[in-house]
């Protein structure tokens, strides 16, 4: 038997949730919580790419859980800053193939070094 939370209980915890984002720097448009010069659903993109190879953009968008738009805009934004290239898909011409560039993936390493560090960090600070 599943009991219902409270509205206070559930007020707490939006609360606490929307503090742990602000804290984490999760809402900065222009960097990465770990400090990367770049939105966080580039920097996700760059290292979902580098872990899958080559997808499509319904594929990313998928994974990233944000719509064809934003997804379109955003592999146009990665490929104007040289970090991915885009071909169209053999089987059917409308989709689109992505794929990180050599300065993509070095960046994609980087990423994921930062992040790594800064969840390490984080973890490091909790009591045992």
Not at 30 to 55: F, I, K, Y
């Amino acid at each position: 038997m599943s009991r219902r939370p409270s509205s206070t209980q559930v007020d707490q915890l939006r609360g606490l949730m929307q503090q742990l984002f602000r804290r984490f720097g999760a809402l900065a448009a222009d960097s990465t919580p770990c400090g990367v010069p770049l939105s966080m659903a580039h920097a996700h993109a760059l290292m979902v790419t580098r872990a899958r190879g080559e997808l499509s953009q319904r594929e990313l968008g998928a994974e990233l859980r944000i719509d064809k738009s934003n997804v379109a805009r955003l592999c146009a934004r990665m490929v104007e800053a040289g970090h991915a290239a885009q071909r169209p898909c053999a089987d059917d011409g409308r989709s689109r193939l992505l794929s990180l560039t050599e300065r993509g993936q070095r960046l994609a390493r980087e990423v994921e070094a930062a992040s790594a560090a800064r969840f390490g960090a984080l973890l490091a600070a909790l009591p045992a």
